[in-house]
């Protein structure tokens, strides 16, 4: 990477010492400086790196990202101007970053690695042979799929939906995911990049201005939480949620790689008192610390991968859950807190997942603190009921 220029290292010097003596005015003034000379600082706990000023607008936080006033998502090529008075100087600040310091407890377990993802690794062995008999029995009897589901249903077609995507690096993977939305869907994607890592971003811009009626871009100067920065997995999950103006919201990652148009049938599962509809379904065992995979019918949570909620429900249930900054378990709160039935709907869908980085590819210390930290929350959820 091009090396800044002295002037700029000593700006963003100046605004790191501004930063850790609270004087946000003057780091907001510091950053812009640094902008107008052709660069941009990105943050990364009590570090800071600095990179040439991409082609694209970056906002300094996710939090800084205003609400449209009409509901309309704004992002690439919108002639928005920053409110460097008034967002920029709220959210310059640091991360609260608070340790989880919870005692061990057993977590919940899981029939797959999609699900020990969420919930541990104690029973993963006899859990990982309930999966591959469960998937080879009871999948392969559903004789419907999830083409003809659809054609049974009145579908909402996928052009009614927006699809959130965080981006946290890998350009391939969202390459490839955005690819794959593009050709099976209808659907608007509304994507949020956190801190152009490995390049994520601009492939983002690139590919926004090559679909402009379909990708609507935000780009962040803060990177993820588990990626070393300060921003969380539910607070930019809920600003892509905020950011939305369709009835239909789908939580996705960019490692679920459609095989053909997944959304219709979960859409269409949408009815009566049902809220939300999701590729992975998990039902909790009576102790509450194992689970194991669920449906298709009503399940108890749905995994994260691929989930399509009805956005005013996820709205008045307080959206996403904000203190989670971390992804796993993270999902399982946030359906346990929806105000309806969830369901995994008939059939397979035509979805497969690669590589979930997220999971492994983080230090194992901190998957497991976030993690704890987040299910003490399900563990109320669920006592609750």
């Not at 960019?254 to 039902?283: C, E, F, M, Q, Y």
Request: glycine share 10%; with cysteine; hydrophobic share 35%.
């Amino acid at each position: 990477m091009t090396e800044a220029p002295k002037h700029v290292q000593g700006l963003a010097e100046q605004r790191a010492k501004a930063r850790a003596e609270r004087d946000f005015s003057a780091a907001d003034i510091l950053r812009q400086e640094i902008e107008d000379a052709g660069w941009v600082v990105r943050d990364s706990g009590d570090r800071f790196e600095l990179a040439p000023k991409p082609p694209f607008k970056v906002w300094p936080k996710v939090e800084s990202i205003p609400a449209s006033e009409d509901g309309e998502p704004r992002g690439e090529g919108s002639d928005v101007t920053e409110d460097a008075a008034g967002g920029r100087r709220a959210n310059d600040r640091p991360e609260d970053d608070q340790a989880g310091a919870h005692p061990e407890r057993g977590r919940p377990e899981g029939v797959a690695d999609q699900v020990e993802e969420h919930v541990g690794t104690e029973n993963m062995v006899a859990s990982q042979v309930l999966w591959d008999s469960s998937l080879a029995t009871s999948r392969m009897d559903q004789a419907i799929s999830a083409a003809a589901t659809a054609q049974e249903h009145d579908e909402t077609p996928s052009a009614t939906v927006t699809v959130g995507l965080l981006v946290d690096g890998h350009p391939a993977d969202l390459r490839k995911c955005l690819d794959a939305l593009i050709s099976h869907t209808d659907a608007k994607i509304l994507a949020l990049d956190l801190g152009d890592i490995d390049g994520a971003g601009t492939v983002l811009h690139e590919l926004a201005e090559r679909h402009p009626e379909r990708v609507a871009a935000w780009h962040v100067a803060e990177t993820p939480h588990w990626r070393g920065g300060s921003a969380g997995w539910g607070a930019s999950r809920n600003k892509l949620l905020e950011l939305d103006d369709r009835e239909i919201h789908v939580a996705m990652e960019t490692s679920t790689i459609l095989d053909g148009d997944a959304l219709t049938p979960l859409t269409a599962a949408l009815r009566g008192d049902v809220v939300a509809a999701g590729w992975k379904g998990v039902d909790p065992d009576d102790d509450g610390h194992n689970w194991h995979e669920a449906g298709p019918g009503q399940v108890r949570a749905l995994l994260g991968y691929l989930i399509a909620v009805r956005r005013e429900e996820a709205l008045k249930a307080g959206g996403f859950p904000a203190e989670a900054r971390y992804y796993r378990n993270a999902d399982l709160e946030f359906s346990l807190a929806l105000p309806g039935r969830v369901v995994v709907p008939e059939g397979e869908l035509p979805v497969h997942q690669e590589r979930h980085h997220a999971y492994h590819d983080v230090d194992p210390g901190y998957r497991d603190r976030e993690s704890r930290r987040t299910y003490d929350r399900v563990l109320g959820l669920l006592r609750s009921v």
